[in-house]
């Protein structure tokens, strides 16, 4: 999978929610206001609101992971017993993680799109399958962090001796941790920057169907 273009979304978003602030196209769609289409693609805009936000959960539960994990290895580096067990259960629930991300993966590819009737508004929709698309992308790339054990192993060796005595082994991991915090920091940066975007499509949507 490629770098995703969240530079090109932008801009797709903006050329969205600029179109909807037209005088032109808002009076065309005041005109379209009982169609069933128009309303279809409001509730289509609030379906990939949620499924940001559905994403956002999923985030969320993986940093605060990260976090209890790099304390359990800060913990670790000063000998604290039973930190084979802890591991064990933070691997655990690593694997518990992964089968909510691909819950929420198969819950995004599930979503579709309606498509309207009235032509100035096919850019609205590229937008909102754009949306889509990327976070499916974005969920994808948080699986494939998450299927990846965060923690180095030789075989099954470390459940037989102190894996924390090897200096080496723990700073091996902290990085592989910091790595993964990184990568899902900036996922979560660009996501909530499409969900800001998306309530302000969703907010006009809701203002042309709203009589006055």
């Not at 978003?13 to 196209?25: C, G, I, R, T």
Request: include cysteine.
């Amino acid at each position: 999978m490629g770098p995703l273009d969240f530079n090109a979304l932008k801009k797709m978003q903006n050329s969205a929610n600029e179109l909807l602030h037209s005088a032109v196209v808002q009076e065309a769609l005041v005109q379209e206001r009982e169609e069933k289409w128009l309303k279809e693609l409001s509730d289509s805009c609030l379906g990939m609101l949620e499924v940001c936000g559905i994403s956002k959960d999923v985030l969320v539960l993986v940093k605060e992971h990260l976090e209890d994990l790099r304390f359990t290895l800060r913990r670790a580096s000063i000998g604290e017993k039973g930190m084979e067990d802890k591991m064990a259960a933070c691997d655990s629930y690593r694997k518990k993680l992964k089968k909510e991300t691909l819950k929420c993966l198969k819950w995004l590819k599930a979503k579709r799109i309606t498509t309207p009737s009235i032509m100035e508004l096919v850019l609205v929709v590229d937008v909102l399958r754009e949306v889509r698309l990327t976070s499916i992308s974005i969920v994808e790339s948080l699986l494939s962090l998450i299927s990846t054990p965060w923690l180095e192993s030789k075989s099954k060796s470390w459940r037989r001796r102190s894996l924390f005595s090897d200096a080496m082994l723990l700073q091996s991991a902290n990085k592989r941790l910091a790595g993964v915090q990184m990568a899902i920091q900036d996922l979560d940066l660009e996501l909530d920057c499409i969900f800001r975007r998306l309530i302000h499509t969703r907010v006009l949507l809701l203002n042309i169907l709203t009589p006055n």
